[in-house]
């Protein structure tokens, strides 16, 4: 039976969900958020591009320069690593998500602001955003996260999460981490409507600064996360590699 706490938690979830529609973080001129091109092998370190180029700019953001664009890898890995550990990405006792989510596969994942969000599993962070820049009443678009991070598991799969209110020192571009290494905490920045809640997302590294309608989501995680809270290993691999082949990244 879930307590009156959990209860009052989805019953205020409920009114987040329009608001959460397509989170993302924000490059501007003055804060803009880091960015690192996924390797050709998911296992690998990658490195920043030494060549930066303008590129045009997402609706709802800015763009004034990233690591130069690469095409995405062709064979993506249809399995886990041997080995490879899963984590639900909040560390709480008391924490409820929804199955569904406005608009397109994602998560609100609810809990109190300030409780401990971690990586979903071993990899590499790709970008950070340490800056809330948005405005409320906005449309739709980039700046909806506030502060996020997302990492290319190294699995081959980019894990995302918004809404933080703060990013833990020493996550950047190019950092290893760890299953379960701490990401940041829990918060409502972006268009978050007031609610305490990590906007969770699993998708394809399609490899272009800006591609926020795929890295906010575009597989639903209500299946990882039921495995990964019950401490299973269920991985996402398979499904993302399907959703890529059928929509080549086009969100």
């Known amino acids: 039976m879930l307590s009156l706490r959990t209860l009052s938690v989805l019953t205020v979830a409920a009114f987040s969900l329009a608001a959460c529609g397509s989170p993302g973080d924000a490059p501007t001129t003055t804060s803009a ?21 303008p590129e045009k700019a997402p609706a709802g953001g800015t763009v004034t320069s990233s690591a130069t664009p690469k095409k995405t890898p062709s064979k993506a890995p249809r399995t886990a690593p041997a080995g490879l550990r899963y984590a639900f990405p909040v560390k709480a006792s008391n924490v409820a998500f929804h199955p569904t989510h406005a608009k397109y596969p994602a998560t609100d994942i609810f809990a109190d602001c300030g409780e401990t969000v971690v990586a979903t599993t071993s990899g590499v962070v790709l970008e950070v955003s340490r800056k809330d820049q948005y405005v409320k009443g ?19 799969v980019r894990y995302y999460g918004s809404h933080l209110s703060k990013v833990q020192t020493g996550i950047k571009v190019g950092a290893r981490v760890k299953t379960g290494q701490q990401l ?38 209500a299946p990882f996360l039921k495995s990964w809270r019950a401490k299973g290993n269920k991985s996402p691999v398979a499904t993302v590699a399907k959703w890529k082949k059928a929509h080549n990244c086009k969100a």
């Open 184 to 221: 940041g905490k829990v918060g409502r920045t972006g268009n978050a409507n007031n609610v305490c809640h990590l906007h969770y997302g699993i998708s394809p590294p399609c490899a272009e600064t800006g591609d926020w309608k795929v890295r906010r989501g575009v597989v639903w995680p």
């Open 138 to 156: 906005a449309p739709d678009g980039p700046l909806n996260g506030g502060l996020s991070v997302s990492i290319l598991g190294d699995d081959g």
């Open 33 to 53: 958020p880091q960015f690192l091109e996924p390797s050709r092998s998911a296992s690998a370190v990658p490195t920043p591009s030494p060549a930066a180029t």
